[in-house]
C-alpha cells in the first residue's frame, strides 16, 4: 500500500473525527473512530478498516454523518467503505456433557442434545476479529448513535444476507442488556441445566424447540435469553434474532389490529415469520390476550414448521399459566427448564462474583473493603433475587468505601441493616397458617383435609409439602409444627420432612413446584 494514501487516509479520518468531536455526535461514536484503521484515500473514496465485522455494521448504520464530515474535512464529496479483518476458525473446544434430562421429564429421542454444540469461547478485548458485546460497549456505549427509533417503529437492523430485506424487528441490545452474556452468567446446580440448553440453542442447533425456560423474577431467565441474542449477534450476525418482552409483542398486535392499513398486518405478520430465533419473555402476561395468543401460535407454528428456534420465558411452568390446553401442549413439545432460588451455598459464589467484579471496576464502590467474614454474613442475610443480591453488595462496598473516607470501616450492624433495606419482608416472620393457606390454594384441598388423618395421596402430598415448607421457613420446633398439623407427633413431622426430601432428589419438577411454593411465601 501506498504510504503517503494512507497517510492522507489517517489524516482525512483524524480531521472527520475532530470534526464530529465538537458537534453532538455521540461520544460513542467518536471513541469508535479512534479504534478504526484508515487504510486508503483514493478516487474520492476512504477505505477504513473497522476493529470488527460487528463494528463495521454499526459504523455503515452512520454513514451520512460519516461521510457529511468526511466531506466538510476534505472540501470536496467523500464516500467512506468499511472493512473488517477476516475471521479466523476458533479453535475446537470440547463438546460439553451431554444434557441429561431430569428424571421425572426424560426428553425424547428426538430432543437428544447436538454434540459439540457449546458456544465458541467468546474472544478476548485484544481480539477484534471477534469482538464481544462488553469490548464493543467500551468503545461504543449504549444504543444507536443516530438514536434511530426502537423497532419494530422503523429502527434499521444493519445490513442483512444477501437477498433477504432487512427485519425492522431486529435490534441491538442497549448498554445494560448488551452485558448479560454467558461469560457473566454465574453458573451453579440452580442453573447448570437451564444455561447448557441455551448455549445449544444460540449456538444453533435445535434440539430444544421451543425452549421454555420457567423460575420467579431476578432468576437468570432474561441474562439467559439477552446472552443468547448477543451471541448470535456477535457471533453469526447472518441468523435474524428477535428479542420481546411479551407486552411488547402484544403491543405490536394490538396497534397493527386497530389499524386502517391492512398492510401494517400483512408487514407484522410477515417479520415476525421471517425470524431465525424468535425470543419471547415474560409469556405469562398475554396468557389471557386471546387474540394475541392466536397470532403467536400462528407464529409459532410458521417457525416450528420452517426449522426456525423459539426461546420462552415464564416465572411458571407452562402447564401453570393459565393458557387453553393447546397451547400448553404445544409449547410442552421442546424443553421446559427451570432456574431456581440460590441455595446459601450459591449466594455465597454469587456474592463472590459481584465483589470481585466491582472491586475491578472504576465506580466508587470500588474503594470499598469487605472481608471474607462480611462475605459469609452477606450471604446469610441475603433474600433469593439475584438482581437483588448484585444491588446489596453494591450498596455494601459503597457503605465500606463511604466509613474508609471517615477513617472507618464497615460493621456487621451496617450489614444487617443494609440487608433489612434490599429485603424489608425478610424482618417478617413467615407463620405456620401463611404456610397452610398457600399450600391449601396451590393443592386446591381444605384446611380440614391439611390437618386430618387422611393419608389418601392427593392429601398426603399437601400435608407433606406443607410441613417441611414450616420446618424450612419458621422457627417453630418440630413438636410446634406437629400441634399445628392436628397433634401430629415429633416422628411423624420428621417422617414429611424426610418424605419431600427424597422425592424432591428423585423428582425435578417436584423440586422445582416446592421451590416456587418456598419462593412465593419469602424465600426471595
Known amino acids: ?5 494512507q497517510s492522507d487516509a489517517r489524516l ?24 478504526c484503521d484508515p487504510q486508503d484515500f483514493s478516487g474520492g473514496t476512504l477505505t477504513v478498516g473497522a476493529p470488527s465485522g460487528f463494528a463495521s455494521r454499526v459504523l455503515e448504520r452512520e454513514r451520512p454523518r460519516l461521510e457529511e464530515a468526511l466531506s466538510s474535512a476534505a472540501f470536496e464529496p467523500v464516500t467512506v467503505a468499511f472493512s473488517a479483518p477476516s475471521r479466523e476458525v476458533a479453535a475446537p473446544t470440547p463438546a460439553p456433557a451431554a444434557l441429561t434430562a431430569p428424571p421425572s421429564q426424560p426428553a425424547p429421542a428426538a430432543q437428544a442434545p447436538v454434540p459439540g454444540t457449546q458456544p465458541r469461547p467468546v474472544s478476548t478485548a485484544g481480539d477484534p476479529n471477534t469482538m464481544t458485546y462488553e469490548d464493543y460497549l467500551a468503545l461504543y456505549g449504549k444504543g444507536s448513535p443516530s438514536q434511530e427509533p426502537a423497532a419494530p417503529s422503523g429502527q434499521d437492523a444493519g445490513p442483512q444476507p444477501a437477498g433477504r430485506a432487512a427485519n425492522p424487528l431486529v435490534e441491538l441490545c442497549g448498554e445494560g442488556d448488551a452485558s448479560l452474556t454467558f461469560d457473566t452468567f454465574v453458573e451453579a446446580d440452580e442453573n447448570r441445566f437451564a444455561l447448557q440448553a441455551a448455549k445449544q440453542v444460540a449456538n444453533g442447533s435445535t434440539a430444544y424447540n421451543p425452549l421454555f425456560i420457567h423460575g420467579s423474577s431476578g432468576l437468570g431467565k432474561t441474562h439467559l435469553l439477552r446472552a443468547i441474542q448477543n451471541y448470535i449477534a456477535t457471533n453469526d450476525p ?121 472491586k475491578g471496576g472504576d465506580g466508587p464502590e470500588a474503594a470499598g473493603d469487605l472481608t471474607s467474614d462480611d462475605l459469609s454474613l452477606m450471604a446469610e442475610r441475603a433474600g433469593g433475587n439475584i438482581r ?28 444487617v441493616a443494609a440487608a433489612a433495606e434490599v429485603w424489608p419482608a425478610d424482618g ?65 413431622v420428621k417422617h414429611s420432612i424426610a418424605w419431600v426430601e427424597d422425592r424432591m432428589d428423585q423428582d425435578r419438577l417436584f423440586h422445582d413446584q416446592v421451590m416456587r411454593l418456598r419462593d412465593r411465601l419469602g424465600g426471595s
Open 1 to 5: 500500500m501506498d504510504q503517503s494514501m
Open 12 to 35: 482525512l479520518w483524524d480531521d472527520a473525527t475532530d470534526l464530529l468531536a465538537g458537534t453532538d455526535a455521540p461520544e460513542q461514536l467518536v471513541r469508535m473512530m479512534a479504534s
Open 238 to 358: 447472518e441468523r435474524q434474532c428477535v428479542y420481546r418482552v411479551a407486552s411488547d409483542f402484544r403491543d405490536d398486535y394490538v396497534a397493527a389490529m386497530n389499524g386502517k392499513d391492512r398492510s401494517v398486518k400483512e408487514n407484522l405478520s410477515r417479520n415476525y415469520k421471517d425470524i431465525d430465533v424468535l425470543i419471547l419473555d415474560d409469556i405469562q402476561h398475554i396468557a389471557n390476550a386471546q387474540g394475541t395468543m392466536t397470532f403467536f401460535f400462528e407464529t409459532f407454528n410458521h417457525l416450528i414448521e420452517h426449522g426456525k428456534q423459539i426461546v420462552l420465558a415464564a416465572d411458571v411452568p407452562p402447564a401453570e399459566i393459565g393458557m387453553d390446553e393447546r397451547f400448553t401442549s404445544r409449547m410442552l413439545q421442546g424443553l421446559p427448564v427451570a432456574v431456581q432460588s440460590p441455595s446459601l451455598e450459591f449466594k455465597r459464589v454469587l456474592i463472590d462474583t459481584f465483589h470481585q467484579r466491582m
Open 388 to 415: 437483588s443480591i448484585r444491588g446489596f453488595v453494591q450498596k455494601c462496598l459503597f457503605t465500606s468505601a463511604a466509613l474508609a473516607a471517615e477513617g472507618k470501616s464497615i460493621e456487621p450492624a451496617d450489614i
Open 428 to 492: 417478617v416472620l413467615i407463620s405456620i397458617d401463611d404456610i397452610q393457606q398457600m399450600v391449601q390454594s396451590q393443592f386446591s384441598v381444605s384446611r380440614q383435609d391439611l390437618v386430618s388423618n387422611k393419608r389418601n395421596k392427593e392429601i398426603a402430598q399437601p400435608r407433606h409439602v406443607a410441613i417441611y415448607l414450616a420446618r424450612e421457613l419458621t422457627d417453630s420446633t418440630l413438636q410446634e409444627i406437629g400441634r399445628k398439623f392436628g397433634g401430629r407427633s415429633h416422628a411423624t
